[in-house]
């Protein structure tokens, strides 16, 4: 079925959001809510495809896809501000607390909406959010390590920085002085581009990038609010660094992670735009038991 589309006006964006399945309201079950950053609403049809009975409502973040428009006159992505916005958009719904799916940058744009508007959010579920800056052992390597991801976009472009992102994302363990000495990543190696389409605003790969893998949630107001929340790591991610920061979350808020099937973007299926298909069906199946089951006496909700 194919969602209804609609436009939140807010004072410096246009927020673009789809509803998927039931009208607000009228599903019996709270709204679940996917989040994404830098990925935009297309990139959850296949998860919400796997919730036909709930409401389910996607959106683009201010600044990308249809909300691409700003009136703000910054072009960054801070975490606080997809916060603001999506406490907006869950005042706008009027359907009361919400469930909330947020993968990579929307996980620590979840996190972030926990500790700013406690009282949103029944349950968030956080998938392998970047936080470099909760590594307990290398998080200035980790940092250096996406510095030279930005460096190879600078110099060379998307397919250089894209392969570079790649190698980094590929790394198993704590960025070492080996990870270092390694030459830059072949864009061939991985189908990426060669040639230089000389765009420097890619929000992954450039300096906008910056205020999310080190933006510092309120860990101490995540942990205090009434909301639930649960960390995902993807049962292909191993030790790199997604699923090391993931676990570095969950063990400051004393609850232990929950594995997925697939990798970090394994909600999704496979296509032209997504080479690397993950199991959505699968993936939507863990995701349902995680929202539907209760947490365990004696825990931090």
């Given at each position: 079925?194919?969602?209804?589309?609609?436009?939140l006006?807010?004072?410096?964006?246009?927020?673009?959001?789809?509803?998927?399945?039931?009208?607000?309201?009228?599903?019996?079950?709270?709204?679940?809510?996917?989040i994404?950053?830098?990925?935009?609403?297309?990139?959850?049809?296949?998860?919400?495809?796997?919730?036909?009975?709930?409401?389910?409502?996607?959106?683009?973040?201010?600044g990308?896809?249809?909300?691409?428009?700003?009136?703000?006159?910054?072009?960054?992505?801070?975490?606080?501000?997809?916060?603001?916005?999506?406490?907006?958009?869950?005042e706008?719904?009027?359907?009361?607390?919400?469930d909330?799916?947020?993968?990579?940058?929307?996980?620590?744009?979840?996190?972030?909406?926990?500790?700013?508007?406690?009282?949103?959010?029944?349950?968030?579920?956080?998938?392998?959010?970047?936080?470099?800056?909760v590594?307990?052992?290398?998080?200035?390597?980790?940092?250096?390590?996406?510095?030279?991801?930005?460096?190879?976009?600078?110099?060379a472009?998307?397919?250089?920085?894209?392969?570079?992102?790649?190698?980094l994302?590929?790394?198993?363990?704590?960025?070492?002085?080996?990870?270092?000495?390694?030459?830059?990543a072949?864009?061939?190696?991985?189908?990426?581009?060669?040639?230089d389409?000389?765009?420097?605003?890619?929000?992954?790969?450039?300096?906008?990038?910056?205020?999310?893998?080190?933006?510092?949630?309120?860990?101490?107001?995540?942990?205090?609010?009434p909301?639930?929340?649960?960390?995902?790591?993807?049962?292909?991610?191993?030790?790199?660094?997604?699923?090391?920061?993931?676990?570095?979350?969950?063990?400051?808020?004393?609850?232990?992670?929950?594995?997925?099937?697939?990798?970090?973007?394994?909600?999704?299926?496979?296509?032209?735009?997504?080479?690397?298909?993950?199991?959505?069906?699968?993936?939507?199946?863990t995701?349902?038991?995680?929202l539907?089951?209760?947490?365990?006496?004696?825990?931090?909700?």
């Amino acid at each position: 079925m194919t969602p209804a589309t609609h436009t939140l006006e807010l004072a410096d964006v246009d927020l673009v959001y789809d509803v998927h399945g039931p009208q607000p309201g009228d599903g019996g079950r709270p709204v679940l809510v996917m989040i994404g950053q830098p990925m935009t609403a297309e990139g959850f049809a296949d998860l919400a495809a796997q919730f036909p009975e709930r409401t389910v409502v996607t959106y683009d973040p201010r600044g990308l896809g249809r909300s691409s428009v700003r009136r703000d006159g910054r072009n960054d992505q801070r975490p606080e501000d997809q916060a603001d916005d999506l406490h907006a958009l869950v005042e706008h719904l009027g359907a009361g607390k919400v469930d909330v799916f947020g993968s990579s940058g929307g996980a620590v744009a979840g996190l972030a909406w926990v500790a700013r508007y406690p009282d949103d959010v029944n349950i968030l579920v956080a998938h392998e959010p970047p936080s470099t800056w909760v590594l307990p052992g290398d998080a200035q390597e980790a940092d250096r390590a996406f510095a030279k991801v930005r460096q190879s976009y600078q110099e060379a472009g998307f397919g250089h920085g894209m392969a570079q992102f790649i190698a980094l994302t590929m790394w198993p363990g704590e960025f070492t002085s080996e990870y270092f000495a390694q030459p830059p990543a072949d864009p061939a190696m991985f189908g990426m581009p060669v040639q230089d389409d000389g765009n420097r605003n890619d929000p992954l790969l450039s300096e906008r990038s910056l205020t999310v893998t080190r933006y510092e949630y309120d860990l101490d107001a995540v942990k205090a609010s009434p909301a639930r929340v649960v960390l995902g790591i993807g049962e292909e991610t191993g030790n790199t660094i997604t699923a090391r920061t993931a676990q570095a979350v969950a063990e400051r808020l004393g609850t232990p992670p929950v594995v997925f099937p697939s990798h970090h973007g394994g909600f999704a299926g496979g296509g032209p735009e997504n080479p690397y298909a993950g199991k959505p069906a699968e993936f939507g199946a863990t995701l349902r038991s995680v929202l539907e089951s209760q947490p365990q006496a004696g825990r931090q909700p």
